[in-house]
């Protein structure tokens, strides 16, 4: 009957050990990828780049701050 415990306790150990890293390195992974994969945007009044995520966006524009939205494109841009 001990040894029942103690074989259960080693399953348990190996399972947490090897069951659950691959899942935790292909979130860290996953983690890893989303700044190069989020794409950088241009602010249309500034010309300044930030990511998209940062961006305000307006009529199909991306905006570095709330007062170039507000400001709009630049007229030669
Ligand atoms: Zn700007």
Redesign the pocket.
Known sequence: MKYLVVIGVIAVVLWLMFGRRPRIRAERTKANAQPSLEGMVQ??????HLPRSEALRADGHS???A??RDAGPRADA
């Open positions: 602010c249309a009044h500034c010309g300044v905006y570095c701050s007062a170039h």
